[in-house]
């Protein structure tokens, strides 16, 4: 059985349905801290808060669970905002994770994140084994995530697997309180209202990636021998770099209409600190990872599924 924190998030609901279609709905157990609004017909759900180890094991060994994908976690902006719940949920909850495999021989995934980087860090081409000084506190959460993987893959032998991921663009779930979350904003503003009000300047650039590749990344790095894995803190991963303005030129190539004001906020100095592009040739040595969206695959398909899902939005709300 299939153990999926954080299942309600921007990762989880995407890579839950990928699991579900590859296992069957009894194999995979979707948590969250809380009951979502809409359950998808025939998920196993449960609640779980990673930060209580208790429940952690409790659910393991009722569901017999053999492997986790650990997705529950603070982003960026909300971490720079509560840095004590950045700590006690993305540190503690990866100890209590890793701990609780360790004891159940279970496998584990967890994502790292481009946070890892920081001011001190090569910006362009950003290599797999360099500076890791994040000005943040969601990337310090996330370096001592990543030592903590490590440490238990080599003191106990545990089979855990990470990637630093990129900003990532979806249309099923919102991102949430992270600093990459212009990349997904613009394209639902420009097809609500033609308009977006863009929090970082229009030269910002940072690595992302479209969410079927995300997923795709998960699966094969999880499906990879593991004799290939030569990386146990976690891989550097992307698709492609572009900036807001580039973004924007995308969407308006297709909206012709569409505008963006650009009035940056907090969030412009965690960006800035972040690498601009990604060398992830481990990843594409050790697992053959290669991403298949370039940026225009991604836009054309992004704005078709968002398209749909603003046609069935409705009346009456007018999300901002
Ligand atoms: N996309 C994340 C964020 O912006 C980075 O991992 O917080």
Known sequence: MILITGASGQIGVDLADALVDRYGPGKVLVTDLRVP????????????????????????????????FHLAGILSATGERHPELAWNVNVNGVRNILEAARRFGCRVFWPSSIAVFGPTTPKLNTPQETVTEPGTMYGATKVTG????????THHDLDVRSVRFPGIISHSAPPGGGTTDWAVDMFF?????????????????????????????????MDADE????????????????SAGELAAAIR??????????KPDFRQDIADS???????SRARRDWNWTPQYSLDDMVDDMLKHVAERVANEPPDTNPA
Not at 274 to 279: A, E, R
Request: proline share 5%.
């Open 274 to 280: 972040w690498p601009q592009s990604i060398n992830d």
């Open 37 to 68: 609004e809409k359950v998808r017909p025939n998920r196993l759900y449960d609640v779980l808060d990673v930060t209580y180890m208790e429940s952690i094991e409790k659910i393991i060994q009722a569901h017999d669970i053999k492997t986790i």
């Open 146 to 153: 990543e030592l903590l993987c490590k440490f238990h893959a």
């Open 189 to 221: 503003q420009a097809v609500r209202h033609g308009h977006y009000e863009c929090f970082v300047t229009q030269e910002t650039r940072l690595p992302m990636m479209y969410m079927p590749d995300a997923v795709k990344s998960v699966l094969d790095l």
């Open 227 to 242: 004799n290939g894995i030569t990386i146990r803190t976690s891989y550097n991963l992307t698709a492609f770099s572009f």
């Open 253 to 262: 190539r297709r909206i012709p209409d569409f505008i963006v004001e650009y």
